[in-house]
């Protein structure tokens, strides 16, 4: 029976394991079928590798959203040593779709935030499918406070959809609670390590992600909109809405071109949602180098690197033709 949340772009992969369990599964296979069966390894591994090299933004989106892609919930569990989770955000509840807590990474401890979407019906309706209302960001804000006065390393996953958009949410202040976390969270006097996990929806992953190394991977998304969202405005039709990721230019390779990421996380071969374990181990390794990198700056190194960062984002050079952001560092005539 064929995988349940199998995409489109991969049923070529699925015929050739399928064909390869087939296989495998004879008690005394001859020469030819043990030759098969290698040959057939040799095939999958190339057809993964052919497959994942060439898809475009939709496709991409697509991959960002699988179902079976680890989350928030999963990384915990695969990449951290110890967690402790903090519930509440001190005003009104906590809110499920925002996780915070303090883990270890091996020997380093670390302060954590992150969105989780859920994969059932159940646990998707509990954490609201990782969209955070005000007390969400509310919530996070204040262990991040908190970490900055214990000197803690910050550790931020963003994988949302977006903010909840709901009435409740507007009345009890969302886009202010939002627009108070990006102010606040840049002042904050420790390691901020932002990572995209999976989708980078809008505001409602700007307001946890004020960070000063941001790493996204290799198959998420980052964006100001969805591209259903995007092709509504823009089309009238969420038919276009390949036609809007690719204008968006949100995926990783495109994200670090033009500076609004400085490292893209590496996927094993066929994407995270195939090896929960090798991707927890890269991501593992790029969050300890991260920490290991900014904790050798001072308060006042960081605050300055932080401010500069952001400051340089948007800034392009319009007698370029290129969608390459310039060097800040260079000098200019104009």
Not at 18 to 42: K, M, N, Y
Not at 304 to 316: A, P, Q, T, W
Request: contains cysteine.
């Amino acid at each position: 029976m064929p995988p349940l949340n199998q995409l489109v772009f991969e049923r070529p992969i699925y015929v050739l394991e399928d064909r390869l369990a087939d296989l495998e599964q004879q008690d005394d296979p001859s020469p030819e079928v043990r030759q098969e069966i290698r040959d057939l390894r040799v095939e999958i591994t190339q057809k993964r590798r052919e497959i994942f090299a060439d898809l475009d933004a939709w496709q991409i989106t697509q991959v960002a959203r699988h179902p079976e892609r680890p989350q928030t919930l999963d990384y915990l569990e695969l990449v951290f040593d110890e967690f402790v989770e903090l519930h509440g955000d001190r005003a009104y509840r906590d809110d499920p779709a925002m996780l915070t807590g303090l883990g270890t990474l091996d020997s380093l401890k670390v302060l954590f935030v992150g969105q989780h979407k859920g994969r059932n019906i159940k646990e998707r309706e509990k954490h609201n499918y990782g969209m955070a209302h005000p007390e969400g960001y509310r919530k996070a804000l204040g262990k991040m406070q908190m970490a900055a006065k214990f000197g803690l390393p910050i550790v931020c996953f963003i994988d949302t959809p977006g903010a909840y958009p709901g009435i409740e949410a507007e009345e009890r202040g969302q886009a202010y609670n939002i627009a108070y976390n990006l102010r606040e969270i840049s002042k904050l006097e420790t390691p901020i390590i932002c990572v995209v996990i999976g989708e980078g929806g809008s505001g409602g992953a700007l307001g946890i992600g004020i960070g000063d190394h941001i790493a996204i991977l290799q198959y998420a998304y980052y964006s100001v909109i969805s591209p259903e969202g995007c092709a509504g405005i823009l089309w009238k039709d969420v038919k276009y809405r390949d036609k809007a990721a690719k204008a968006l230019k949100f995926t990783s390779d495109n994200l670090q071109r033009l500076g609004v990421v400085d490292e893209v996380v590496e996927e094993p071969l066929g994407a995270a949602h195939r090896d929960h374990r090798q991707m927890a181990r890269t991501l593992k390794a790029s969050l300890m180098d991260a920490i290991r990198e900014l904790s050798e700056f001072s308060s006042e190194e960081l605050l300055e690197r932080r401010y500069e960062k952001f400051r340089r984002l948007g800034v392009f050079d319009e007698s370029a033709d290129s969608d390459t952001a310039p060097d800040p560092d260079a000098g200019s005539d104009s």
